[in-house]
């Protein structure tokens, strides 16, 4: 079945260090891909979103791009904050017993230090 | 996304209705649970009033969808791998055109412990 894939966490960064954090996917069909943020404490929110190959997402200073021929879709930001500090989960739609649905990666945590 | 209670501790074997409400008239609401190293895993959905439909691990658990806005997602005899982060969404139902281009919004889930 389709299914997403993301690097282990946890990720331990300085304050203004670069992020990239890692999504590969398997997928039968084109599906959609996203990015959700959850905060200490808060539900899952949605970061950004990618419908079709090529595309790039972008909110908040971080971006990923649709990369079809890698089936990827890694997330990053230039320069980051204490307020990153949170668990990013990867996500794509699947089309599968007749109904469309989410499927989440395992998440990964970030932590950022001053 | 309202989820009620945000924090539970049960015993074995007792039963419990978890609680999520919208207010954004959305017809599409799911129930995930949250575990460390798993990510999230869809229990059920719902795309209509007094509809329902099995997820990937619905194993343990019922639902009950009364009014648009309400979907409950229950325990009738709990064990201790039943602890976990329990989430809560909705959307716009996921067979609109439009749908992969839209948001789930998330609740902001039931701590449950099962002892």
Request: charged share 20%; hydrophobic share 30%.
């Amino acid at each position: 079945g389709d299914s997403v894939t993301q690097m282990e966490g946890p990720v331990t960064l300085s304050e203004e260090a670069f992020l990239t954090i890692n999504c590969t996917y398997t997928a039968t069909g084109y599906p959609s891909l996203f990015w959700y943020v959850q905060y200490p404490g808060e539900g899952l929110q949605l970061l950004l979103k990618a419908t079709k190959a090529d595309d790039k997402g972008s909110n908040k200073g971080f971006e990923a791009t649709y990369r079809k021929e890698t089936t990827s879709f890694h997330l990053e930001k230039g320069s980051v904050q204490v307020s990153d500090s949170a668990v990013y989960f990867c996500a794509l739609t699947s089309f599968s017993g007749g109904y469309n649905k989410l499927i989440f990666g395992a998440g990964t945590r970030l932590a950022v230090h001053p | 996304v309202t989820q009620t209670p945000k924090f539970q501790v049960l015993k074995t074997g007792q039963s419990m209705t978890l609680q999520c409400a919208q207010d954004m008239n959305h017809e599409y609401m799911s129930w995930y649970r949250q575990d460390p190293g798993l990510g999230l895993r869809l229990i059920y959905f719902s795309y209509d009033v007094k509809m329902k439909e099995k997820g990937d691990i619905p194993e343990g658990y019922s639902v009950s969808r009364e009014k648009k806005e309400r979907f409950s997602l229950i325990l009738e005899s709990a064990s201790t791998n039943q602890t976990s982060m329990y989430l809560c969404a909705s959307s716009s139902p996921p067979w609109d055109t439009v749908w992969p281009n839209t948001e789930a919004f998330f609740g902001q889930g039931t701590r449950l412990t099962v002892v």
